[in-house]
Nanobody, 128 residues
Framework: QVRLLESGGGSVQAGGSLNISCEVS????????MGWFRRGPEDSREEVAGISTADGTTYYAESVEGRFTISHASAKFTIHLQMNNLKPGDTGMYVC?????????????????????WGRGTRVTVSS
């Protein structure tokens, strides 16, 4: 059974930093496309970042480009999201997702519902 477990998150003031992680267990494929989306008010699902464990290619939403860095632990299905210069608009539930399809396909026509597996999420709160 595939499970995604997020960790990290918390509360920080604007301008601060946080690091969140996601570990996948039970994965049977040799690679994965993994990423994060932010669940906000009215169940919005805003793209944040993604990474291919096959070749390390990364994908970022314009709103986080230059402030967030996604990485993955070599030989493991674990990803990290370093979030710097956080803004109140970054507040939300950060949900980890994974799929065996190539990131090049999933992010060409982005929709988190195309990812087969989601975690429960970890909350990030940024106060002004």
């Amino acid at each position: 059974q595939v499970r995604l477990l997020e960790s990290g998150g918390g509360s920080v003031q604007a301008g601060g930093s946080l690091n969140i992680s996601c570990e996948v267990s039970g994965w049977k494929h040799t690679s994965a496309c993994m990423g994060w989306f932010r669940r906000g008010p009215e169940d919005s699902r805003e793209e944040v970042a993604g990474i291919s464990t096959a070749d390390g290619t990364t994908y970022y939403a314009e709103s986080v480009e230059g402030r967030f860095t996604i990485s993955h632990a070599s030989a493991k299905f674990t990803i990290h999201l370093q979030m710097n210069n956080l803004k109140p608009g970054d507040t939300g539930m950060y949900v980890c997702m994974a799929d065996s399809s190539p990131c090049s396909e999933l992010y060409d026509d982005y929709d988190p519902r195309r990812f087969g597996y989601w975690g429960r999420g970890t909350r990030v709160t940024v106060s002004s």
